[in-house]
């Protein structure tokens, strides 16, 4: 059962601090509160469950908040909610309408939270988010006060602000392309070990006969069925050649074959235990699911090995985390990488995930479906797009003629005679390849700093949920840094003006408020109450 709850922002007065005071404004939490879409967050979670029956589930601003806690700070569950329990401002972000010291959920919760939001939904809830946060921005760069006459030489700190890399002006023409989109792929590498044929035989068969116990435990008569083999020189025989350094191909194969041999012997016992009254029912669901994808292992290291191949398709690389696949990425770190294939875009700055696979992919095939979702936003397509060699193939070409965009690249055909001609086309390509930059940022800040660089979630569906929010963590930040940054141009304006304090101080009242909205709207009676008291040259 979910009943609905008023998900309206609770202002920092109302929040009831049992030690005294009241939040700061300013704290990025706060911000943050403001910044989400929770009226639409709750119109796709709230149908999950059923309105009249069960127990009431957790709030969608509980469940959502904490897994952009968890994010965000890059925290294991235990300590998310270990950080909600001792944070006023997390618990604000959050709903609450006064600090606890109580626990506010299990641990464990966090497995359902993330089952709960799919990876269309957080795209969704991520443009959102990037919508409103614009249009924060423009009302806050729209209330900056217009100051081009000054003869200071820093009047023009309020620049660093543009709307023309935001926002699509409103008088551009409907058959001119306009912005820049960059696109680009990366892995999340999931929290696995490094695979090996040897290795996951070794652990396939050890499976195997924990199954067997089990199942032979059910009766006693069951147990002439276990398979006669030692299984202590089983494993010797496995670690004789996984503890060399180097070890080579025939050894490994021979390896290969013999424990594929003492697999194949704990399958067919297995088989005897079952047709012999043996009940799976009785085991664990995790080791009956486990035990379907040894038997696809079998299978497939049979092939490599009678084949003498070393690639099949949806090779397996871990006896749990099915879903992961092994991707090849050709980087000088690590040429396969083992995790899912994510494709990317930066729309004008802001980040925004497009796809993600499991299976390997040529990502040249995501840039139309890119453009097009860009000309579905803007209304246009992309003026440029900035992406790597791999995408520059004839298909996207012939796209990006027909829709005269740039895409970012060499020419076909032999160099122009006019030297003038090549040199500017070789500064235009090197400026594509430094917009290019910003979506390499995009992965190189996602993996250091929200936790792409390893997917610790083991389910499919959790673990996609952990990328997706990253994504919107990203978009969330950006915005708080845009905020921010006009917070410290005005206050740069002000402190030229070497104003008073009492002045400061009414400056500092409107920048403190909740949202852009109620900042903006508050500026125009300030700039009439005060600027006046300091002459004219303040107009």
């Known amino acids: 059962m979910y009943r609905k709850l008023h998900n309206g922002q609770l202002s920092i007065e109302d929040f009831h601090v049992p030690f005294g005071g009241t939040l700061d404004a300013d704290n990025r939490w706060v911000i943050f509160s403001s910044l989400m879409p929770w009226e639409e967050l709750e119109e796709t979670y709230a149908p999950q469950f059923n309105p009249t029956t069960g127990a009431p589930a957790k709030p969608v601003r509980l469940a959502f ?6 994010q965000r700070l890059g925290l294991s569950d235990e300590e998310t909610v270990e950080q909600i329990r ?71 700190t309020d620049k660093q602000i543009s709307l023309d890399d935001l926002v699509k002006p409103a008088d551009w023409p409907q058959d001119k392309n306009w912005g820049t989109l960059s696109i680009d792929a990366s892995c999340t590498p999931a929290d696995i070990t490094y695979p090996t044929d040897l290795k996951l035989l070794n652990e396939a068969r050890e499976s195997t006969e924990r199954i067997i116990d089990d199942l032979c435990s059910q009766r006693s008569t069951l147990r002439k069925h276990k398979p006669r083999y030692d299984r202590g020189r089983a494993r010797a025989a496995f670690l004789k050649v996984a503890k060399q350094k180097k070890p080579r191909r025939r050894k490994i194969n021979a390896a290969i074959r013999r424990q594929l041999d003492y697999l194949q012997r704990s399958l067919d016992a297995i088989d005897a235990l079952i047709a012999s009254g043996a009940r799976l029912s009785g085991l664990k669901p995790h080791w009956w699911r486990k035990l379907l994808v040894i038997s696809e292992l079998q299978r497939q290291q049979t092939i490599l090995l009678v084949a003498k191949t070393r690639s099949i398709p949806d090779r397996i690389v871990n006896l749990v985390q099915r879903q992961v696949r092994p991707i090849v990425r050709g980087k000088a770190r690590a040429a396969v990488e083992f995790g899912a294939k994510i494709s990317v875009s930066v729309r004008n700055g802001f980040a925004f995930l497009h796809r993600i696979s499991w299976d390997p992919y040529n990502e040249s095939e995501d840039l139309i479906p890119q453009a097009k ?27 990006c003629t027909r829709n005269n965009i740039r895409l970012s690249g060499k020419l076909l055909g032999r160099p122009p005679k006019d030297p003038a001609v090549t040199a500017a086309h070789k500064q235009q390509l090197s400026a594509d390849q430094r917009r290019r930059n910003e979506v390499e940022g995009v992965f190189g800040s996602g993996k250091r700093k929200y936790s792409l660089r390893l997917i610790m979630a083991r389910l499919p569906k959790g673990a996609e949920t952990s990328i997706s929010m990253a994504f919107l963590v990203m978009c969330a930040e950006k915005i708080l ?53 300091l002459g004219p040259e303040s107009s």
Request: net charge neutral; with cysteine; hydrophobic share 40%.
């Open 481 to 533: 840094r845009l905020l921010r940054l006009f917070f410290v141009a005005i206050s740069a304006w002000f402190c030229a003006w070497e104003c008073p304090g009492w002045l400061w101080e009414a400056l500092r009242n409107i920048c403190c408020l909740e949202t852009a909205e109620s900042r903006a709207g508050a500026y125009p009676s300030f700039r009439a109450a005060y600027l006046p008291c």
């Open 86 to 156: 001792e944070n006023a401002y997390m618990q604000f972000f959050l709903g609450f309408g006064g600090y606890s010291s109580k626990t506010p959920f299990d641990p464990s919760m966090m497995v359902h939270f993330r089952k709960r939001f799919s990876e269309q939904e957080l795209n969704r809830i991520n443009e959102l988010i990037a919508e409103r946060g614009k249009a924060m921005v423009m009302e806050a760069v729209a209330s900056f006060p217009d100051n081009d006459e000054s003869d200071d030489p820093d009047a023009g």
């Open 65 to 70: 908040g904490a897994l952009f806690i968890k």
């Open 373 to 399: 979702k860009y000309k579905q936003e803007h209304g246009c397509y992309p003026e440029r797009i900035c992406a790597d060699r791999i995408y520059i193939n004839t298909k996207n070409r012939n796209f």
